[in-house]
Each structure stands twice: as structure tokens, then as C-alpha cells.
């Protein structure tokens, strides 16, 4: 295990991981952001996209220990005064399947209950 102090949407926060945890879960079991989310887990989809100082990459690739002192953007972080469209649309997206299935799509699993 090693500390990492990281920024992430203009907020200071520190873990203690494994150099090698792809930072996707970093963000979603150590820091609870759930915005950003597991796909197929081999750099393929993007549904792991994040920004590293304004340039996309995808998170299930990218190691914490190669992050720095760069800057990290997830979607929770393009929207805090309201004016991305993004996280809406998805908000009404994940609502209306909701409403129409009685399932909630964007519930994830932790690393720990993905099988590789
Ligand atoms: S989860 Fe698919 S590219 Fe990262």
C-alpha cells in the first residue's frame, strides 16, 4: 500500500492503495464517486472515461501511481454550478429506464465482486 494525495474536481484527497489499482477504483470503492463507471474493463468502451488535466483516458487503465500531480475531472466534477448538460441528461435517461423497468441501471459493483 502506498498514499496517494490526489485532486479531483478541484477537492484534496488522500488514499492509501496498491501503485497499480486502476484509478476507476480508486474513484468508486475508495472515494465513493460513482459517476464514473466499470464497462468492460479493458480500455474498450469509455464508460470509465475521466479527464487528466483536461485530457480523456480511460480510468480502468490507468494505474494511481501514474497520476501525480495532475489534475482529475469525473462527470461529478463538470457540473457543479449546473451548466454541463451531461449529468442531467443522464439523471432523466437512468429515471425514465427506471420508471419503465423497475431497475436501477446505474447500480455498480465494487472491484472486489468483478470476476476477471
Ligand atoms: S471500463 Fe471500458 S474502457 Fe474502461
Redesign the pocket.
Known amino acids: 500500500m502506498s498514499k496517494f494525495n490526489l485532486v479531483i474536481n478541484g477537492s484534496q484527497f488522500s488514499v492509501d492503495v496498491d501503485p497499480n489499482t486502476p484509478v476507476?477504483w480508486v474513484l468508486r470503492d475508495h472515494l465513493k464517486l460513482f459517476g464514473t463507471?466499470?464497462?468492460?474493463?479493458?480500455?474498450?468502451?469509455?464508460?470509465?472515461?475521466i479527464h487528466l488535466n483536461g485530457s480523456p483516458l480511460?480510468?480502468?487503465?490507468l494505474p494511481i501511481s501514474a497520476v501525480g500531480k495532475n489534475v482529475i475531472t469525473t462527470i461529478e466534477g463538470l457540473s457543479k454550478t449546473g451548466e454541463h448538460p451531461f449529468p442531467p441528461v443522464f439523471a432523466a435517461v437512468a429515471n425514465a429506464l427506471y420508471k419503465a423497468t423497475g431497475k436501477r441501471f446505474y447500480q455498480q459493483p465494487f472491484q472486489s465482486q468483478i470476476k476477471a
Do not use: F, N
Open positions: 476507476l463507471k466499470y464497462g468492460c474493463g479493458r480500455g474498450l468502451c469509455g464508460a470509465c472515461t480511460r480510468s480502468c487503465q
